[in-house]
T-cell receptor, first 108, second 111 residues
Framework: KNEVEQSPQNLTAQEGEFITINCSYSVGISALHWLQQHPGGGIVSLFMLSSGKKKHGRLIATINIQEKHSSLHITASHPRDSAVYICAVRSSYDKVIFGPGTSLSVIP | ETGVTQTPRHLVMGMTNKKSLKCEQHLGHNAMYWYKQSAKKPLELMFVYNFKEQTENNSVPSRFSPECPNSSHLFLHLHTLQPEDSALYLC??????????FGQGTRLTVV
């Protein structure tokens, strides 16, 4: 079992839909990151969380430390949101562990 | 544009070649990282440098040799690679405990 799991693995949505991507982890962490990787490889860091909730534009990220779970929400999804979304944690012993990624496709 | 620049963007090399990947950032970050992303696999952290000192080496084969001459530049020297080393190599930088900024990556093909 991987230390960082994501669901779903693949997701297709209609433009305008509300999207949720989940991340669960089994190790103690000091921080959790959500990354966005566009076709071609470029990666953008969306959020770094250690507690609570953060919002940036149409993106919202939440984390529940007790349940070892984080969610990334996209409101009013758009085709330009199509990308792979990666959850990564920095463990308490300072190791970075990546989830397998969720491939999102938003259809016009 | 994240402020982290990687060159080249694409590289094809033979198994007997020696080549280097370059990463540059002028964000004032202390830490720089090399990651490997193989097809259908999660990102793998290869090396971490903090203030030019290597702080992490995740059991990477010696055919990959990192160099960090200063806090703004990071190199990955490649020699006698194998076809299975073909992957996307990503560089990132961050304040030591802060959010990472990634480069666009170098798509490496070993033939």
């Amino acid at each position: 079992k991987n230390e960082v799991e994501q669901s779903p693995q693949n997701l297709t949505a209609q433009e305008g839909e509300f999207i949720t991507i989940n991340c669960s982890y089994s190790v103690g962490i000091s921080a959790l990151h959500w990354l966005q990787q566009h076709p071609g490889g470029g990666i953008v860091s969306l959020f770094m969380l250690s507690s609570g909730k953060k919002k940036h534009g149409r993106l919202i990220a939440t984390i529940n430390i007790q349940e070892k779970h984080s969610s990334l929400h996209i409101t009013a999804s758009h085709p330009r949101d199509s990308a792979v979304y990666i959850c990564a944690v920095r463990s308490s012993y300072d190791k970075v562990i990546f989830g397998p990624g969720t491939s999102l496709s938003v259809i016009p | 544009e994240t402020g982290v620049t990687q060159t080249p963007r694409h590289l094809v090399m033979g198994m007997t070649n020696k080549k280097s990947l370059k990463c540059e950032q002028h964000l004032g970050h202390n830490a720089m990282y090399w990651y490997k992303q193989s097809a259908k696999k999660p990102l793998e952290l290869m090396f971490v440098y903090n203030f030019k000192e290597q702080t992490e080496n995740n059991s990477v084969p010696s055919r990959f040799s990192p160099e960090c001459p200063n806090s703004s530049h990071l190199f990955l020297h490649l020699h006698t690679l194998q076809p299975e080393d073909s992957a996307l190599y990503l560089c990132a930088s961050s304040p030591w405990t802060g959010e990472a900024f990634f480069g666009q990556g170098t798509r490496l093909t070993v033939v």
